[in-house]
């Protein structure tokens, strides 16, 4: 299970996150949902320590750690626990899509090279890139350079992977492979904690949403509490604008 209790970030006086709690269960697939600005990627980033939190700590498995006062040690033992897929891919250009995926293992796991190329060809299989272990990131689509690095985070064979918005960089036509990819991740019992706002990605693939917005969680539930029966306004005003055609039940 991975916890994260009172989490509070600030940029100067900006607070982008004012005291979150959440708790994700082993296996389960968390959708984080909300405007612009509301700090969700920054949520994502803090429990990766890609940015260092203000106050709160974070549990995953049997290693807690505080926010403000990790040290490197337990910064590292919460990476090797965690994995995250970008945005905009994050792939070394000069490498192969082989060697972007060994890279986590052999470098920062320090797997024998035997046993990482295994690992890294089944996560490359799985994500439907046999044929292009040869290539460079610049040789292939968007959506295939997202696969790249979701099987890389696959390779790691985290407690959690943390998507933040993966498709949210890519032409609309490759969005669908990406997000079928993520399904059979899914499927596999990983724990994800995804961000995006793919509406019907999340209702299908969720076993739990939050929505959050300045900062705060404004409510949490199911897929169908949330989408078709939520309780806060400020809930209703985002679907409203987001699902003009779903017709939830207010």
């Given amino acids: 299970m991975i916890e994260v209790k009172e989490i509070h970030k600030a940029f100067g006086k900006n607070e982008v996150l004012k005291g979150i709690d959440l708790k994700v269960k082993k296996g389960e697939v968390v959708v984080v ?8 990627t920054t949520l994502l980033r803090c429990i990766n320590f890609l940015e260092k939190a203000d106050g709160g700590e974070l549990s995953i498995k049997d290693t807690t750690v505080p926010f403000a006062t990790a040290t490197k040690q337990q ?28 890279e986590g293992l052999t470098v920062v796991r320090k797997i024998p090279i035997t046993e990482a190329r295994e690992r890294a060809c089944h996560a490359l299989d799985k994500v439907g890139l046999k044929e292009k272990y040869d290539a460079f990131p610049s040789q292939l689509s968007g959506g295939q ?18 998507f933040d918005e993966p498709t949210s960089a890519l032409d609309p036509e490759l969005v669908g492979g990406v997000l079928n990819v993520m399904k059979k991740v899914a499927e596999d019992g990983i724990t994800m904690i ?6 019907s990605f999340a209702s299908d693939i ?7 917005d300045g900062g705060v969680i404004v409510e949490e539930g199911t897929p169908d509490n949330i989408f078709f029966h939520p309780k806060q306004e400020r ?16």
């Fill in 75 to 102: 910064i590292q033992a919460v990476r090797r626990q965690t994995a995250m897929v970008f945005q905009n891919y994050n792939l070394f250009q000069n490498k192969t899509v082989l060697e972007n995926v060994l």
């Fill in 145 to 162: 350079q997202q696969r790249v690095g979701i099987a890389r985070a696959v390779a790691l064979n985290p407690e959690v992977i943390l």
């Fill in 33 to 40: 949902l909300g405007p612009s600005g509301s700090g969700k």
């Fill in 194 to 199: 995804v961000v995006t706002h793919e509406m």
């Fill in 206 to 212: 969720a076993n739990h949403i939050v929505f959050m």
């Fill in 235 to 250: 809930t209703k005003q985002f679907l409203e604008r987001i699902l003009p055609k779903w017709g939830y039940n207010i």
